[in-house]
């Protein structure tokens, strides 16, 4: 039997098998999930169903996506994406930069527009207002259909804006609220009408998470506050002041748990007593009224604060200014909203960084990913949100408009 030259590499050629031989193995590849169903269909071209997954990684004529992009969109190994690629840029399909991005030519006007529910966490919060604000366009620039509802920060409103949007015909949903113990409900109602689910901060079961890598951000929080201490009090921390929220579950909680570990490696002799937990919940006000409370029946001493959002952090740093004690703390909050960008800019604040998970960047994620369940491709069970320290030093690069506009200082007791 002759050899066939593929790649430089012999192969032999396999038997000829018959067609009931060649379905009952289409059948046996379909079951084992080795393949697509379409791969398993024998009038389908296998490279142009390729180079077909390859142009729909493309939802506009404005995406540029580099050959990373292709490949972990699409599954393809990197040499075959590579070729469809250089191919569909020789046939006009697709424009190559200098830069190697990769924009499409196409309007693909063959697909329908899809439906997309959208829960948000609450309409009064920067951050849950930047997320939204970002959903709406990428949804907008994709020409996809959002319905929207606000959760109202109410587990009640959550599970009933669940039941409402899965019974009015989306195609996919999109879920920002708050509270775990109702994580699974939410779950059970969108898999009983069919409908995938994206959920954004909080992970629920059967859905792909979308949010912080929360762990992380903590770490670095507790890195920042560890260095600032041997700076400031040459490592003589006396307490840490930990703000919870119960509610919010075990992920977010990884925040103060990474917190933890970052300032242990920079004060390894911290006893544990020094740590002190306090449930607030998310808002400024009750944040505020916790640790006042805390402060009048507590000794004056120096305390390191980070908490699960920026909200919590700076009710805190209000209750310590309000007893006199701004020179006794040090803290780093969660989120860089615009408030905790604002106090990062005061003279003499407390406040020395915030992790900014920036929000207003979530929707293109988050809607790509949307994209990607809907077409079937293949997406990872929990994909993060980049993070990084603000500080007063780079917080007015990193965000212009805040020198330009009307937040220069925000005043919240």
């Not at 499409?104 to 604000?133: E, H, M």
Request: aromatic share 8%; net charge positive.
């Amino acid at each position: 039997m002759p050899d066939v030259q593929r790649n430089g590499a012999s192969q032999t050629r396999p038997p000829r098998r018959s067609s009931a031989a060649k379905q009952r193995h289409n059948d046996a590849a379909l079951a084992s999930g080795r393949v697509t169903p379409h791969a398993a269909d024998p009038y389908i071209l296998e490279t142009v169903s390729r180079a077909c997954d390859v142009l729909q990684c493309f939802p506009d004529e404005e995406a540029c996506l580099k050959l990373r992009d292709v490949v972990q969109k699409t599954g393809l190994n990197k040499t075959i994406a590579f070729r469809i690629l250089h191919t569909l840029v020789e046939r006009g399909l697709l424009e190559r930069s200098v830069n190697l991005d990769y924009k499409s030519k196409l309007k693909l006007t063959g697909n329908r527009r899809f439906r997309i529910g959208y829960a948000a966490q609450s309409g009064d919060n920067s951050f849950s207002a930047a997320v939204t604000a970002g959903i709406r366009l990428a949804a907008a620039r994709r020409q996809i259909e959002l319905v929207y509802l606000d959760n109202h920060w109410s587990a009640a409103v959550a599970l009933k804006n669940a039941q409402n949007l899965a019974a009015s015909g989306i195609d996919l949903a999109l879920n920002f609220q708050s509270h775990t113990k109702i994580a699974s409900a939410v779950s059970t109602i969108f898999r009983e009408a069919g409908v995938p689910l994206v959920a954004i901060e909080i992970p629920h079961p059967d859905s792909v998470f979308y949010g912080a890598d929360n762990y992380r951000a903590g770490l670095l929080a507790g890195r920042v506050l560890g260095r600032w201490s041997k700076k400031r009090w040459n490592g003589q921390v006396q307490q840490v002041l930990l703000l919870e929220a119960a509610a919010a579950g075990p992920l977010p909680q990884l925040r103060l748990t990474g917190a933890r570990a970052g300032i242990k490696e920079f004060l390894p002799h911290l006893p544990e007593t020094a740590f002190v937990s306090l449930e607030v919940t998310w808002d400024f006000l009750r944040a505020f009224e916790a640790v006042r409370k805390y402060l009048r029946r507590s000794a004056p001493r120096t305390t390191l604060i980070t908490g699960i959002n920026d909200m919590m952090v700076l009710g805190a740093l209000r209750a310590f200014e309000e007893a006199g004690r701004s020179q006794d703390c040090i803290a780093v909050s969660m989120g860089a909203i615009p408030e905790a960008r604002a106090e990062l800019q005061r003279k003499d604040t407390s406040l020395v960084g915030s992790i900014a998970f920036f929000p207003e960047r979530y929707g293109e994620d988050i809607i790509q990913i949307a994209l990607d369940i809907l077409h079937r491709r293949e997406v990872q069970p929990a994909v993060y949100a980049h993070h990084d320290l603000i500080t007063a030093a780079n917080v007015s690069k990193l965000y212009p408009i805040d020198a330009h506009g009307e937040l220069t200082r925000t005043d919240f007791a």
